[in-house]
Nanobody, 126 residues
Framework: VQLQASGGGLVQAGGSLRLSCAAS????????MAWFRQAPGKEREFVAA????????YYSDSVKGRFTISRDNAKNTVFLQMSSLRPEDTAVYYC????????????????????WGRGTLVTVSS
């Protein structure tokens, strides 16, 4: 199984970025997909998750209204559209895949996830 995240970079505060995560080696539609992030010196934190059919999403309070998670099951890819970026959004962003959780509410902790990508760095300058 491979999860390949891309799309990170340097952006000014208020700007936008779109992250992508291409999955291979798994039955994509069997997995809840999520994005987590980890800032320097901090623990990995949940950002957003999307259900297997793409019809249900869940966000952390810190990104709600600014970030949008989506997925293209035909292309085995999950996206994170990030807008109104803030310096505190600076982190390495990881995509993750969860096969076991029966609902998104059970899929907010990192321990729920079976597979992780390597991460892509997002830096927001003030």
């Amino acid at each position: 199984v491979q999860l390949q995240a891309s799309g990170g970079g340097l952006v000014q505060a208020g700007g936008s970025l779109r992250l992508s995560c291409a999955a291979s080696g798994l039955t994509f539609t069997s997995y809840v997909m999520a994005w987590f992030r980890q800032a320097p010196g901090k623990e990995r934190e949940f950002v957003a998750a999307i259900g297997r059919r793409g019809d249900i999403t869940y966000y952390s309070d810190s990104v709600k209204g600014r970030f949008t998670i989506s997925r293209d099951n035909a292309k085995n890819t999950v996206f994170l559209q990030m807008s109104s970026l803030r310096p505190e959004d600076t982190a390495v962003y990881y995509c993750a895949a969860d096969r076991r959780s029966p609902s998104l509410s059970a899929a907010m902790g990192p321990n729920a996830y079976d597979y992780w990508g390597r991460g892509t760095l997002v830096t927001v300058s003030s």
